[in-house]
């Protein structure tokens, strides 16, 4: 079973990226599950229901978000409707929409669930003691469990990736836009990565416009904050797991460049 994740699609240029890559990727990879972060999907600031559905129909089978899942209003209109998009399980109980899902590729399950820190983001519950919950609650017959971590801290996501090793299949790092090079198996048998990086602009800040950030820096004033239109890059990561076991096999980091001869 091969998982492909989508790093966080930044605007229309993000969305762009895959569109044209994404039908590579499918011939190369033959992706039993497909899943993107599309928190920043719409201008840098959450998602509609618009592209949800052109993700859907460019063969994405789920979408994670994260703590700008609320920035677009219209979400509120179509978050409780389908099965197929999940946002932080730790928001607090009553919160529209659904913090863990099971998406169904031919005979394959796979439950995903989306998790967020605490570490320099706004107060919500534990994403530890809610990641306990879950596993209590998600029926023992499935046995492939994959995690987005939507985090700042880059120790909060290592100590979530060790505190899961062995309960889940991966645990993934969103939010930071910056691919780390630190993926690898752990010793029980979950990948992990601290970043998968984004999809958007390479020649902003994190897919925004960089003068505004620039000018955000120099005057610490507010500024607003524009997705970058330029050439696109593409971060992803490729999981391979054990069908019988759950476990994870092998993990591969995935960098790719607008108008840049497709390679290994």
């Given at each position: 079973?091969?998982?492909?994740?989508?790093?966080?699609?930044?605007?229309?240029?993000?969305?762009?990226?895959v569109k044209q890559l994404l039908p590579q990727l499918k011939n190369k990879w033959n992706p039993t599950f497909i899943i993107a972060n599309g928190e920043?999907?719409?201008?840098?600031?959450?998602?509609?229901?618009?592209?949800?559905?052109?993700?859907?129909?460019?063969?994405?089978?789920?979408?994670?978000?994260?703590?700008?899942?609320?920035?677009?209003?219209?979400?509120?209109?179509?978050?409780?409707?389908?099965?197929?998009?999940?946002?932080?399980?730790?928001?607090?109980?009553?919160?529209?929409?659904?913090?863990?899902?099971?998406?169904?590729?031919?005979?394959?399950?796979?439950?995903?669930?989306?998790?967020?820190?605490?570490?320099?983001?706004?107060?919500?519950?534990?994403?530890?003691?809610?990641?306990?919950?879950?596993?209590?609650?998600?029926?023992?017959?499935?046995?492939?469990?994959?995690?987005?971590?939507?985090?700042?801290?880059?120790?909060?996501?290592?100590?979530?990736?060790?505190?899961?090793?062995?309960?889940?299949?991966?645990?993934?790092?969103?939010?930071?836009?910056?691919q780390t090079h630190d993926e690898a198996i752990l010793p029980k048998g979950t990948a992990y990565v601290t970043d998968v990086g984004m999809v958007g602009?390479?020649?902003?800040?994190?897919?925004?416009?960089?003068?505004?950030?620039?000018?955000?820096?120099?005057?610490?004033?507010?500024?607003?904050?524009?997705?970058?239109?330029?050439?696109?890059?593409?971060?992803?990561?490729?999981?391979?797991?054990?069908?019988?076991?759950?476990?994870?096999?092998?993990?591969?980091?995935?960098?790719?460049?607008?108008?840049?001869?497709?390679?290994?």
């Open positions: 079973m091969n998982i492909l994740f989508i790093g966080d699609i930044v605007g229309s240029a993000g969305r762009n990226a920043n999907a719409a201008a840098g600031r959450g998602i509609t229901s618009k592209i949800v559905n052109e993700l859907y129909d460019q063969g994405v089978h789920g979408i994670t978000m994260g703590n700008h899942t609320w920035d677009n209003k219209e979400i509120f209109d179509f978050i409780d409707e389908g099965d197929r998009m999940v946002r932080p399980a730790n928001f607090p109980a009553g919160t529209p929409g659904r913090g863990w899902t099971v998406l169904k590729s031919g005979n394959k399950e796979l439950v995903v669930i989306n998790i967020q820190g605490r570490t320099f983001l706004p107060a919500i519950d534990c994403p530890f003691q809610k990641m306990d919950q879950l596993l209590d609650e998600i029926p023992s017959k499935h046995k492939h469990i994959f995690v987005d971590f939507h985090a700042e801290a880059t120790s909060e996501k290592i100590a979530m990736g060790w505190y899961l090793d062995g309960r889940v299949s991966a645990v993934v790092g969103t939010h930071t836009h910056v602009s390479k020649e902003g800040v994190l897919g925004m416009e960089r003068d505004a950030v620039i000018q955000k820096f120099k005057t610490a004033l507010p500024v607003r904050f524009n997705v970058h239109e330029g050439k696109w890059h593409f971060h992803a990561v490729l999981i391979e797991l054990n069908e019988q076991t759950g476990r994870s096999e092998r993990i591969r980091l995935l960098r790719h460049y607008e108008n840049e001869i497709f390679m290994e």
